[in-house]
């Protein structure tokens, strides 16, 4: 049975980055919500300082802060997910509302609600990016390296 390593702050088997004055094995874990409102913030999970994109939604390969590679930390489909479900419980809503109390013709129901649709999940969707990557990113925080 290998040994098992302490938990520290640096989740993958890079060597620990230095701080100014310590390195990150010193410094304690981020919690489960820190790293996810870190990245919410589109900033680096480990570090916070480093921007997590590079583009609009193109994930830097690593932070330009403290250097953690970001190659491991895949979202895939899970942001867009998201976002539809959050833009979803607001535009149906709504334009079950609008129906039931104006009647609007179904071009007016058309020409409000899917820009409201497409702008909302466009405008999400960067930010649900990187609160998932910061999700994944403390969930393998914890298991030892191999």
């Known amino acids: 049975m290998p040994a098992m390593t302490p938990s520290l702050a640096e989740p993958t088997a890079e060597p620990a980055m230095n701080l100014p004055t310590r390195s990150w094995s010193q410094v304690p874990p981020a919690t489960f919500w820190m790293a996810l409102k870190r990245g919410f913030r589109r900033h680096c999970p480990r570090c916070g300082r480093g921007a997590l994109f590079k583009g609009y939604l193109t994930v830097n390969e690593e932070c330009p802060s403290c250097g953690l590679v970001m190659e491991p930390y895949?979202?895939?489909?899970?942001?867009?997910?998201?976002?539809?479900?959050?833009?979803?419980?607001?535009?149906v809503p709504g334009l079950l509302a609008l129906e039931k109390f104006a009647h609007p013709a179904e071009w007016v129901q058309l020409a409000i609600w899917l820009p409201v649709t497409l702008f909302g999940t466009l405008a999400l969707l960067p930010f649900i990016k990187g609160a998932v990557i910061g999700a994944i990113w403390r969930s393998k925080q914890d298991k030892p390296a191999a």
């Open 74 to 91: 895949r979202s895939d489909d899970v942001p867009a997910y998201f976002s539809i479900l959050l833009v979803g419980h607001i535009v």
